[in-house]
């Protein structure tokens, strides 16, 4: 029964096999399927053969280079890999970036070992510094022309700078012929500067730093913008020049007689003897007043009458005795209106011109008033007086009033008062002349003259310069 068993067995293994090898031949016999596996096989041997030559371009490339000849290069499907000892972290960036920029490359794999060993790392700092020198020495002759025509540049510059009168036919004043110096001076230096970078073939060099001066300008340009606003303002005004030294003005409310003007402000001596010191943006953009520009001056001032006086006698009284004071202008002549009518008065407005160069204008105006005041009284009009409404309550009121008192040889207190007779008696007598002195105060004058010769800053106003 076994043995039926195991030759059964033997059959079918038999079958199995025969219809394996009915099954490969007939493979071998059945036409190729559309798609030919070959260029598979191309691209791949493609793929090998570029990965080589990718290894070999990195490897001659690091051969040329004496720091990274060391270094070891395989390349796996665009993938490379370097190893190997460099000398430093430089040589394994320069290693890094010259195989990343071969073509078919796909990224860099750092796998070197940074020896940091000093021989490797003192020699080449110590070759390129003998290179450099040798170069600098070779060089010396290009350089000293160099040099030579920078400084030529800047000393012609100097030269043509310190040239003012010649500066001066072609500026309006000395602050611009400054300026135009300094110009010539700055000027010549850039240009010797320029030509000799170029010379010594750094000429991108020129162009760096002309970039960053424009960058800085234009920094510094927004720091200091207040400061070259007020340099700017110091031209305008030197040029066209508002007012000369020693004239009296006013600028926004600052009232002096000029001193001087500088680079950076207007001098002022105010009317108590100050020294004011004004910024020039603030007095270009502002307003002055210049009382000096023209000598006639007008002053004015009020006086009332009573309400029943007739207002046009009072006008005429007035200005009959403002035109007797000697130091009022007949020409353009004094005059008087009507200024407002109230409740119980009339206020009167007088006018009179002076001549500022040889009358003082307060003096003026205050004799002038003293001069009408008693005319109109003099004429029979009333001044109007405060009028007070006083109301009594039905308190009374205790009033008392202290009066001096000192103690005399035996004892007895004695009251003393002054009556208005002896009051009046006591007041020295009038000179007439020192009231009706009207000269200018030549104090302040003399300052101003003192200041402007002891003043060690350049004055910009020229009386040369036309005044606006």
Known sequence: MKTLLNRCHMLLLLLLAGMFQMGAAHAQTAPLPLEDPEPVIAAQLAIEQTDDKIAKRIASIFQVLGTLAEVEVSVSEGVVKLAGDVPNEAAATQAQQLAIRIEGVVTVRDEMNRTLALSDNVEPLWQQTTSTLSAVFRALPLIGVALALALSLSFLGAFLARRKRLLSKAAPNAFVVELL????????????VVLALNLLGAGSLVATLLGGAGVLGLAVGFAVRDTMGNYISSIMLSLRQPFRAKDHVIVNDHEGIVVRLTSRATILMTLEGNHLRIPNSDVFKGTILNFTTNPERRFEFELGVDAADDPVAAMYAGKEAIEALPFVLQEPEPSAVIATV?????????YAWIDQRDTNYGKARSLAIRTAMRALEEGGF????????????????ALTKSREQSTSSDGEKVAKSISPATASDARPPLDEDTVMDVQPDNHLAEKVEEEIREGEEHDLLDEETPKE
């Open 181 to 192: 110096a300094q110009a010539i001076r700055i000027g010549f230096i850039g240009l010797g």
């Open 342 to 350: 109230g409740d119980s008065n009339i206020v009167l407005r007088f």
């Open 382 to 397: 009333t001044l109007p007086e405060p009028i007070y409404r006083l109301r009594f309550d039905e308190t009374p009121v």
